[in-house]
T-cell receptor, first 118, second 116 residues
Framework: GAVVSQHPSWVICKSGTSVKIECRSLDFQATTMFWYRQFPKQSLMLMATSNEGSKATYEQGVEKDKFLINHASLTLSTLTVTSAHPEDSSFYIC??????????????FGNGTRLTVT | AQKVTQAQTEISVVEKEDVTLDCVYETRDTTYYLFWYKQPPSGELVFLIRRNSFDEQNEISGRYSWNFQKSTSSFNFTITASQVVDSAVYFCALSEVSTGGFKTIFGAGTRLFVKA
């Protein structure tokens, strides 16, 4: 099956620094990637949708200047948490759809990145 | 607007019991897709099943079965003869054709504990 690799698996950073999370599709071209955020014991909240070569579409309430998303190629999307604060500590998960763009296609998820801001 | 409701926050059963996880959805679209995903303690999300709005046929896969009823907007998931390895959080999810961007919205999840 399709593989999505997310890196790093976990990261600890100091308040005020920026952290970059990478999401790669290893065996398919991901025209659309999604970034989700999951707080402990809560659901996945969609943060943004990114299409290769264009600006990401952010969900209401998500600060686009704080969560920078770049989808420069068909196999890589990055999420940068800028000027991180402790409240940004969370589990971030990326997912991708292949170029067939079917609504019924299941999402292929990365293994997630656990971010802790101290 | 689309919405997915999983009213059961946590369920605890003893091994070999059957358990049903409920999912109720809201959508204005006539074409939509429903999914179930499993999230074990390790955190990764595992795709379990997909169902489109035109296919109400129930499905069985091993110990798993799904009951899709459009009349009640429900897509319930049953695990037969549960095992400890089934312990995880289970998410029901919905994708609408009309939202564009192929967004998938998740329910709050049901945490299943299966005791030996």
């Amino acid at each position: 099956g399709a593989v999505v690799s997310q890196h790093p698996s976990w990261v600890i950073c100091k308040s005020g620094t920026s952290v970059k999370i990478e999401c790669r599709s290893l065996d398919f071209q991901a025209t659309t990637m999604f970034w989700y955020r999951q707080f402990p014991k809560q659901s996945l909240m969609l943060m943004a949708t990114s299409n290769e070569g264009s600006k990401a579409t952010y969900e209401q309430g998500v600060e686009k200047d704080k969560f920078l998303i770049n989808h420069a190629s068909l196999t890589l999307s990055t999420l940068t948490v800028t000027s991180a604060h402790p409240e940004d500590s969370s589990f971030y998960i990326c997912s991708a759809r292949g170029s067939e763009i079917n609504y019924n296609s299941p999402l292929h998820f990365g293994n997630g990145t656990r971010l802790t801001v101290t | 607007a689309q919405k997915v409701t999983q009213a059961q926050t946590e369920i605890s059963v003893v091994e070999k019991e059957d358990v049903t996880l409920d999912c109720v959805y809201e959508t204005r679209d006539t074409t939509y897709y429903l999914f179930w995903y499993k999230q074990p303690p390790s955190g990764e999300l595992v795709f379990l099943i997909r169902r489109n709005s035109f296919d109400e046929q129930n499905e069985i896969s091993g110990r798993y079965s799904w009951n899709f009823q459009k009349s009640t907007s429900s897509f319930n998931f049953t695990i037969t003869a549960s095992q400890v390895v089934d312990s995880a959080v289970y998410f029901c999810a919905l994708s609408e054709v009309s939202t564009g961007g192929f967004k998938t919205i998740f329910g709050a999840g049901t945490r299943l504990f299966v005791k030996a």
